[in-house]
């Protein structure tokens, strides 16, 4: 157990630097592609964070059903046996974070409104995105160790053999492990901050 957890520490450092390049380089590729302020701030209609018309408990809850679903989609796809099918998902995610901070910034420099685009981000998203957005890392890194475990087993069919593989019952035991007590409270944590400290921090 413990060696099947450490594994998972280098493949979640690289996936980090990942998703914040991809967050840094969609930002720029939609700032040099350029769109017009007041037609994006008239067009736009971009779900904000904060739902007034739900209590704290009842957006807390929103926020965790709605961010659970992210590494149920990635474990899922790691079900299929292609290689890197499920990194998707989390690429995706840093590109949508990356186009939202480019639609904020955008509106803030067209109306003058809210903070500043850095002090954002201080204030109203790396408070619960450390959290949740390292649970996107952790549970594609576990993703990789299950996709690559189906691939081994589909390629021992032909003859491939592969050493020291886990079996069936503990890559199960590992990986609901990891997922229920790493993933789903780091999650469960990201949306309390979210729902009741970023509120009073914006």
Known sequence: MLNFVKGLIKPSIFLSIGLVFTIVITYFICTSIGFDPEKL???SNVNTL???ELTSFG???ELFMNNIIVP???L???IIPVPFLHLIVLLKNGAMIGIIFYIY???HLSTGNGDSLLFMIVKGFLPHAVL????FVIATALALKINQWIVRKILHLFGKRYEGMYSFKQLLAYSSFVFFVIIVPMILLAAIIEGYITPLLL
Not at 132 to 135: D, G, M, P, T, V
């Open 105 to 107: 910034n955008a509106i």
């Open 72 to 74: 149920l989609q990635i």
């Open 41 to 43: 701030f008239s067009d």
């Open 76 to 78: 899922v796809l790691a």
């Open 50 to 52: 904060s739902n007034k």
């Open 132 to 135: 949740e957005l390292f649970a």
């Open 59 to 61: 957006h807390t809850k």
